[in-house]
Structure formats: structure tokens, C-alpha cells
């Protein structure tokens, strides 16, 4: 099975994949403006406190093992897959599904911003080498993963309101799910990658 037949094939029966998508992605992008928009009304209140977390969070990589390394920047992320699941199977569980994707992107917002605004075009330099690789297919696979979680929750609450006896097609959403978890692990591969290799380039004490 091609992986573009999983990806672009719908999961559920439901007419508006295309609108998902639009509405996913705004989502998103909202959530990396607003996080944006927060760090820059709030630079006062903010900037030492995410220094303080980021100078200990880069440090940690020169101490930590590998497996270490590898396991902490993946756990977050299958947390959140995890927790975006349970929420797909519930019939109200589609605000919150926007609301965890918008917060976890409004975080990368917030982050980029920081690094660009504290130390320039070391900052920046930073974001390109480290931070973006694995997060532009981590943000890849939260689009696919919202939309996925969005269409089931309508699909499930569309079936107890119409008291429709129609069983759900989760193999079909699990496959979905199966391929996005790919995509998270690869994302963690990566940040791994460009971590070990290029963190000692940086120093921000």
C-alpha cells in the first residue's frame, strides 16, 4: 500500500476532508502566530524565564547518554499522539484536539521567536540547524494527526446524534495512526541527529 494512498485517503465517512485540512492547518499556524504574537507583548515577563529553561535544556545534551537524549526528545511528542487517540475516540473530544495542536505549536512560535530575539543570528543559526529539521516533519505529522483525530470525534458524535448503527471504521484510522507515529519517530530521529551533532557548535552560558 502506497503511503500517499494512506495519507490522502479518507479514514471515515465523511464528506469535508478537505475543509479538515484547511481547518487543521490554520490551527497550527495560528498557534505558531499567537505564540509569536505572546513573546513579543510579553518579552519582559518572558525572556528570562525561557532563558533560564532553554541554557538548562541545552546543557543537559552534553551530560545526558544518548539513549537519553533520544528517549527524551520522543516522549513528549508519543505523550501527546497518545492523549490525541483517546481524544479521537470521544464524540466532544474535537475542541480539545485543536486546543492541544494550537498550544503545541504556539510553543514553537514562542521558542523561535525567543532564540531570534536573544541572540540574533546565533539564534537563528540555531533554529535552522537544530530546532526546524525535526520540527517541520513533527508539524507534518500533527496536520495529518489533528485532521485524523478532528474527522473521528465529528464521525462518532455524527453517529450517537443520528443514533446511526454504522460501526466505525477504526482499522482504517489506525493505519492512519500507524503511519503519523512513523512520522513522530522520525521527526524524534532527526532532532536526535542534528542535537548530537551540532549542539557542541553552540554555547549560550
Known amino acids: 500500500m502506497k503511503i500517499s494512498a494512506v ?8 464528506d469535508n476532508t478537505k475543509k479538515s485540512a484547511v481547518i487543521s492547518s490554520a490551527v497550527l499556524i495560528l498557534g505558531v502566530v499567537a505564540g509569536t504574537l505572546i513573546y513579543i507583548l510579553t518579552k519582559n515577563n518572558t525572556s528570562d524565564i525561557l532563558s533560564e529553561h532553554f541554557i538548562s535544556f541545552s546543557s543537559e545534551f552534553i551530560n545526558k547518554d544518548k539513549s537519553e537524549i533520544f528517549s527524551g526528545l520522543v516522549f513528549q511528542n508519543i505523550v501527546f499522539f497518545i492523549v ?7 464524540a466532544l473530544g474535537t475542541p480539545a484536539v485543536f486546543i492541544l495542536s494550537y498550544i503545541k505549536t504556539m510553543g514553537l512560535g514562542m521558542l523561535v521567536t525567543y532564540l531570534y530575539d536573544r541572540f540574533a543570528l546565533k539564534g537563528l543559526e540555531y533554529c535552522l540547524l537544530i530546532i526546524l529539521p525535526g520540527k517541520l516533519i513533527l508539524i507534518f505529522s500533527m496536520l495529518l494527526l489533528t485532521q485524523s483525530c478532528y474527522l473521528m470525534s465529528i464521525d462518532i458524535y455524527t453517529q450517537i446524534k443520528n443514533n446511526n448503527s454504522r460501526v466505525v471504521d477504526f482499522k482504517k484510522f489506525s493505519l492512519r495512526a500507524l503511519l503519523i507515529l512513523v512520522f513522530i519517530l522520525l521527526s524524534g530521529a532527526l532532532d536526535f541527529i542534528t542535537v548530537t551533532s551540532f549542539s557542541a557548535l553552540f554555547n549560550f552560558c
Open 84 to 90: 490525541m487517540l483517546v481524544l479521537a475516540t470521544c
Open 7 to 14: 495519507i490522502n485517503r479518507p479514514a471515515f465517512p465523511v
